[in-house]
């Protein structure tokens, strides 16, 4: 579905403004893209902008400027503001320990290059405003899918950055977050 972007999101610059930004629900950003609605991992009708998936905002960008590109451009899941924070989230539906490292650091760097040439942002506006927030499984996915809503909630919120992307926050992003299901539905939706 395309629609245009919730109010409170940067415009798009004016080479930009024939670009229809793919918007979503964040709930439907945060299921796999090929599995069904069990995969799910918030519950949200918050309208959201599509990063990753084939018809989302990195695919666009590629098509627009470099049609012919086999390269690998990446990016996050969802992208929306929060408390007028610009909010970059990755969903990765297994535990910490199975993330790929490098592919989160490639889907935020990625997703930051994009956003900023689309909506006229520097890197400034960025260290100000953006978050990133990779949100995990905290506990292992049984193989029947049964417990996929029934998540511990972690007690001792960590405010350890985990997948080598501390170095991101002040550098490009004003937070990096590494965060559980049940903290992300706390404090981003």
């Known amino acids: 579905?395309?629609?245009?972007?919730?109010?409170?999101?940067?415009?798009?610059?004016?080479?930009?403004?024939?670009?229809?930004?793919?918007?979503?629900s964040l709930e439907r950003s945060s299921r796999s893209v090929d599995e069904d609605i069990n995969s799910r991992m918030v519950v949200s009708s918050k309208e959201?902008?599509?990063?990753?998936?084939?018809?989302?905002l990195i695919n666009l960008y590629r098509k627009h400027f470099a049609p012919d590109s086999t390269g690998d451009l990446s990016g996050v899941d969802a992208i929306y503001m929060h408390n007028n924070k610009l909010m970059f989230v990755e969903f990765k539906n297994s535990p910490s320990k199975n993330v790929n490292k490098?592919?989160?650091?490639?889907?935020?760097?990625?997703?930051?290059?994009?956003c900023q040439d689309i909506f006229n942002l520097n890197i400034s506006y960025m260290r100000e405003n953006a978050i990133?927030?990779?949100?995990?499984?905290?506990?292992?996915?049984?193989?029947?899918?049964?417990?996929?809503?029934?998540?511990?909630?972690?007690?001792?919120i960590k405010?350890?950055?985990?997948?080598n992307?501390?170095?991101?926050?002040?550098t490009y992003l004003l937070d990096v977050r590494t965060i559980g299901v049940q903290e992300f539905t706390d404090l981003f939706t």
């Open 159 to 163: 405010k350890t950055v985990r997948f």
């Open 48 to 56: 959201v902008i599509k990063g990753d998936e084939p018809t989302g």
């Open 165 to 170: 992307l501390s170095s991101l926050k002040s």
């Open 132 to 156: 990133y927030v990779v949100v995990y499984r905290t506990e292992s996915i049984p193989q029947d899918n049964s417990h996929r809503d029934d998540i511990s909630i972690r007690k001792n």
């Open 1 to 24: 579905m395309m629609l245009k972007p919730p109010s409170t999101m940067p415009k798009p610059s004016p080479k930009f403004s024939a670009l229809k930004l793919p918007i979503m």
């Open 102 to 114: 490098i592919q989160v650091q490639q889907k935020i760097l990625h997703s930051l290059l994009v």
